[in-house]
């Protein structure tokens, strides 16, 4: 589904990563990993189209996304993607069905249709019935929670993540991985950023970024 050529990335005269060649298929899951700084947090954002190579290619279905003008990034995020953070990023006076709401898309489903998913994903993630919570009232594991339900309701068929479980205990960081698994069962691709050895252990790929200035002194 995504297969990155040859991708480099330069701050200035600081090259973060060089050559990086990865194939993504669709159900798989990938464990991003590397020490703080090698870059994993920019491939991320470079694969999501927050940020751009400086050279390369990223193909998604055979079209180079780093090639993509306005409106096709646009599509491309609405359409293709989902974004998972450590610092969760939600709508945080807002309550937890606003925070799912949003996640529809237009033209999709009528609101009404969309009920039965948001309560689905909702019980999935262990917080049946916590649809009128406001956010700020929630633990963090918890809001991690909604950040995922979301996803769900949001169904993209590439999940990007970047230290998801960074910020949780055991058993809020395995509710977050059988999750991401169960979406990646539905033939979503997931990219996972992370420092966790738990993380990476429930993978299916590990790709590892190297501090390119460590590796050659
Ligand atoms: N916009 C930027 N301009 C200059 N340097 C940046 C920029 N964004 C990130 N960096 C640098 O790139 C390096 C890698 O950052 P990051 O991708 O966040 O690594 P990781 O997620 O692996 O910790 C860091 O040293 C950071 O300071
Ligand atoms: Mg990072």
């Not at 969760?88 to 069905?97: G, H, Q, S």
């Not at 019980?123 to 919570?133: H, K, P, Q, Y």
């Not at 992370?194 to 590990?206: A, G, I």
Request: proline fraction near 3%; charge should be neutral; hydrophobic fraction near 40%.
């Amino acid at each position: 589904m995504i297969d990155v050529e040859k991708l480099s990335k330069k701050f200035g005269t600081r090259t973060l990563w060089t050559d990086v060649d990865l194939t993504i298929d669709r159900g798989q899951m990938v464990a991003l990993v590397g020490p703080s700084g090698s870059g994993k947090s920019t491939l991320l954002n470079c694969l999501g189209l927050l940020d751009r190579p400086t050279s390369g290619a990223i193909r998604y279905d055979g079209r180079d996304i780093t090639r993509f003008g306005r409106r096709e990034t646009r599509m491309f995020r609405r359409d293709v993607l989902g974004y998972l953070f450590q610092n969760y990023a939600l709508i945080d006076n807002a309550t937890v069905r606003d925070n799912l709401e949003v996640a529809l898309r237009p033209g999709r489903a009528t609101r009404n249709q969309a009920r039965p998913r948001i309560v689905q994903a909702l019980e999935r993630v262990g917080l049946a019935g916590r649809d009128e919570d406001t956010v700020h009232h929630l633990s963090g594991g918890e809001q991690q929670r909604v950040a995922l339900a979301r996803l769900m309701v949001r169904q993209p068929s590439l999940v990007l993540a970047d230290e998801p479980t960074a910020a949780l205990d055991r058993a809020n960081t395995e509710m977050v991985l059988e999750s991401l698994r169960e979406m990646s069962r539905s033939g979503c691709a997931v990219v996972i950023a992370t420092h966790d050895d738990t993380v990476r252990d429930v993978c299916d790929t590990v790709f590892a970024l190297e501090e390119l200035s460590l590796s050659r002194a």
